[in-house]
């Protein structure tokens, strides 16, 4: 058990519709990621939030947003979804701003979208 | 840009037999090295890691060195087991707040 908790674990979905998938960091941890891993991209870097604030960023499309609580959980917010966004998404902590490479990844929200 | 490369898969062996999966990079500077190893229906999780040349990496008996003149972090295990199946990343840090992962190799054992 890393101690980060994804909410969902499944989710069927249409395309044109919004969801939200939620992540709680291990204890302690001040840094949260989002990645997205589908079958033919390997795992793709979303987005980082430290402490409440945006760090860095990756690939992540204009139809998806995330934030990071006070209470540092953060949600991952997918708008006007598309067949191509069917993905496992990923999130994981670290505990400071600065990645030794250590990250606690939770066990991942699954998206179908149809 | 900084990236990392991994031998595709699947790669399917015997069990006891030797492992390599072939990873290299492209980073500036001094990256940091892992692998990471994804089991069936969970998140990754750290395996090991090298933060300098010639440092190696090891546990669970899987060792990587990390090599600089050839920009390599191979993965190795002497004698597999069943219970080794599973998706294993190569990983470099690039920069103060990002991992970047190879694109994963799926290892497959038979009894």
């Known amino acids: 058990d890393s101690g980060v908790t994804q909410t969902p674990k499944h989710l069927i979905t249409a395309t044109g519709q919004r969801v939200t998938l939620r992540c709680s960091p291990r204890?302690?941890?001040?840094?949260v990621y989002w990645y997205q891993q589908s079958l033919d991209q390997g795992l793709q870097f979303l987005i980082q939030?430290?402490?409440?604030?945006?760090?860095a960023k990756g690939n992540i499309l204009e139809r998806f947003s995330a934030q990071q609580f006070p209470d540092l959980h953060s949600e991952l917010n997918l708008s006007s979804l598309e067949l191509g966004d069917s993905a496992l998404y990923f999130c994981?902590?670290?505990?400071?701003?600065?990645?030794?490479?250590?990250?606690?990844f939770g066990e991942g929200s699954r998206l179908t979208v149809l | 840009g900084n990236s990392v490369t991994q031998m595709e898969g699947p790669v399917t062996l015997s069990e006891e037999a030797f492992l390599t999966i072939n990873c290299t990079y492209t980073?500036?500077?001094?990256?940091?090295l892992f692998w990471y190893v994804q089991y069936p229906g969970e998140g990754l999780q750290l395996l090991l890691k090298a933060t300098k040349a010639d440092d190696k990496g090891s546990n669970k008996g899987f060792e990587a060195t990390y090599r600089k003149e050839t920009t390599s972090f191979h993965l190795e295990k002497g004698s597999v087991q069943v219970s080794d199946s599973a998706v294993y990343f190569c990983?470099?840090?690039?920069?103060?707040?990002?991992?970047?992962f190879g694109s994963g190799t799926r290892l497959s054992i038979r009894p």
């Open positions: 939030y430290y402490n409440g604030e945006e760090r």
């Open positions: 990983a470099l840090t690039s920069s103060a707040s990002k991992i970047i």
């Open positions: 994981a902590s670290s505990a400071g701003l600065e990645s030794t490479g250590e990250l606690f």
């Open positions: 980073a500036t500077g001094y990256p940091s």
């Open positions: 204890s302690g941890d001040l840094s």
